[in-house]
Nanobody
Framework: QVQLVESGGGSVQAGGSLRLSCVASGSILSILAMSWYRQAPGKQRELVAAIFSGSSTTYADSVKGRFTISRDNAKNAVYLQMNSLKPDDTAVYYC??????????WGQGTQVTVSS
């Protein structure tokens, strides 16, 4: 079984920064991708950023230039550095791990609240 533990969420003022962390543990033989999703109240869960096995990355247009995703393969960890936060970034952020074509795992979610 695989477990994902997230940390780093909280409340900040607009323009502030947060760094989210996600550490995976358990029986992990390989990692195809690690990613961050978010879901605001009443809205669909959306992909925020992803980093793939070849170290390529992708970002939602709304966060480009402000967020940076990175990973530490030795620790099975993924991070999301969030700068210049806006109220629209307020959401529950979820870590996702893909280990094979049909194997995906989710973290429990961490709340990020940005106030003005």
């Amino acid at each position: 079984q695989v477990q994902l533990v997230e940390s780093g969420g909280g409340s900040v003022q607009a323009g502030g920064s947060l760094r989210l962390s996600c550490v995976a543990s358990g029986s992990i033989l390989s990692i195809l991708a690690m990613s961050w999703y978010r879901q605001a109240p009443g809205k669909q869960r959306e992909l925020v950023a992803a980093i793939f096995s070849g170290s390529s990355t992708t970002y939602a247009d709304s966060v480009k230039g402000r967020f940076t995703i990175s990973r530490d393969n030795a620790k099975n960890a993924v991070y999301l550095q969030m700068n210049s936060l806006k109220p629209d970034d307020t959401a529950v952020y979820y870590c996702n791990l893909q280990t094979s074509l049909f194997s995906r795992y989710w973290g429990q979610g961490t709340q990020v609240t940005v106030s003005s």
